[in-house]
């Protein structure tokens, strides 16, 4: 098929794409990597007046790291799996990106467009809600940050307005000795995730210190795993405890269910991968 006509504008700053936006919100689209716009549009299931292209804003690009890491929006997968920098410091972005599609898709998708979109199945959402991260959104009234277990609404639905933009990712620097793990069971033809686990742990003598688990792929967004965790802390990771703790984060909320995976077999997969997740953690304290 054939989109419907548009008018396209490449933007050269974050404030002429707001400014755009505030114009006509609702017939607004932006377009960075454009992985899920652009067969949306061929298809006709979106039809925008305006197509903005934010691709060469440099504001929303770069990663820095410091005491805090911030990641731009635009900073693309392939970007985050090669960096060095990021990797010894949070060594989860190289773990995601590596499983993530594939790299047509890793060199040209970015880590904003994947949040912004919120998929249900996408991988980054459970890895930033782990992180405890914060997402920087600008709009008319300024800037103003979100923690990531609140940006997640439902099924391609987040906390952005109609006429804001997300800038960056802030994460807290991790302490020392944090362990992080992603694990994923792929959608064979798509590379999604039928289920996405993501935790950041710290282990002193086997006992839980702080944990955060995120979830993705099993219901209509990612979430936090907020009963596993609160039940952890504190807690040595033996046998039982790992079970129980999975078992709570299965059972948080319900499951979605479609042509290639049960709501049953998606409870499943989050029980035994948040599991094989927690009993890796156990080794390497």
Same mark, same amino acid.
């Given at each position: 098929?054939?989109?419907?006509?548009?008018?396209?504008?490449?933007?050269?700053? &974050?404030?002429?794409?707001?400014?755009?936006?505030?114009?006509?919100?609702?017939?607004?689209?932006?377009?960075?990597?454009?992985?899920?716009?652009?067969?949306?549009?061929?298809?006709?299931?979106?039809?925008?007046?305006?197509?903005?292209?934010?691709?060469?804003?440099?504001?929303?690009?770069?990663?820095?790291?410091?005491?805090?890491?911030?990641?731009?929006? &635009?900073?693309?997968?392939?970007?985050?799996?090669?960096?060095?920098?990021?990797?010894?410091?949070?060594?989860?972005?190289?773990?995601?990106?590596?499983?993530?599609?594939?790299?047509?898709?890793?060199?040209?998708?970015?880590?904003?467009?994947?949040?912004?979109?919120?998929?249900?199945?996408?991988?980054?959402?459970?890895?930033?809600?782990?992180?405890?991260?914060? &997402?920087?959104?600008?709009?008319?009234?300024? %800037?103003?940050?979100?923690?990531?277990?609140?940006?997640?609404?439902?099924?391609?639905?987040?906390?952005?307005?109609?006429?804001?933009?997300?800038?960056?990712?802030?994460?807290?620097?991790?302490?020392?000795?944090?362990?992080?793990?992603?694990?994923?069971?792929?959608?064979?033809?798509?590379?999604?995730?039928?289920?996405?686990?993501?935790?950041?742990?710290?282990?002193?003598?086997?006992?839980?210190?702080?944990?955060?688990?995120?979830?993705?792929?099993?219901?209509?967004?990612?979430?936090?795993?907020?009963?596993?965790?609160?039940?952890?802390?504190?807690?040595?990771?033996?046998?039982?405890?790992?079970?129980?703790?999975?078992?709570?984060? %299965?059972?948080?909320?319900?499951? &979605?269910?479609?042509?290639?995976? %049960?709501?049953?077999?998606?409870?499943?997969?989050?029980?035994?991968?948040?599991?094989?997740?927690?009993?890796?953690?156990?080794?390497?304290?």
């Amino acid at each position: 098929m054939i989109p419907a006509s548009f008018d396209y504008v490449r933007a050269t700053s &974050l404030s002429e794409v707001i400014g755009l936006l505030q114009k006509d919100p609702d017939g607004t689209k932006l377009v960075a990597g454009g992985h899920t716009l652009i067969p949306t549009l061929k298809l006709r299931l979106a039809s925008p007046a305006l197509l903005i292209d934010i691709g060469s804003i440099a504001e929303l690009k770069g990663i820095e790291v410091g005491d805090g890491i911030r990641i731009g929006a &635009l900073t693309k997968h392939a970007e985050l799996l090669a960096s060095r920098e990021l990797h010894d410091v949070l060594p989860i972005f190289r773990q995601a990106a590596d499983i993530i599609a594939d790299p047509q898709v890793r060199n040209r998708g970015t880590i904003g467009g994947s949040l912004a979109n919120a998929d249900p199945a996408a991988d980054w959402p459970a890895v930033v809600i782990a992180l405890k991260a914060e &997402l920087e959104i600008a709009g008319p009234s300024g %800037s103003r940050r979100i923690g990531a277990a609140d940006f997640f609404v439902d099924i391609f639905t987040t906390a952005l307005e109609t006429d804001e933009v997300l800038v960056a990712v802030h994460i807290p620097h991790p302490e020392t000795g944090t362990q992080f793990r992603y694990r994923k069971i792929r959608h064979p033809a798509s590379g999604y995730a039928v289920v996405g686990i993501a935790v950041a742990a710290s282990l002193n003598d086997g006992v839980v210190s702080n944990i955060a688990i995120g979830i993705t792929g099993a219901t209509g967004h990612a979430f936090a795993a907020d009963t596993a965790t609160g039940y952890l802390a504190g807690k040595a990771l033996g046998r039982e405890t790992i079970e129980a703790a999975a078992r709570l984060a %299965s059972e948080q909320a319900p499951c &979605l269910s479609d042509h290639y995976a %049960s709501a049953e077999y998606r409870q499943h997969l989050v029980k035994t991968e948040v599991a094989r997740a927690l009993t890796s953690l156990v080794g390497t304290a």
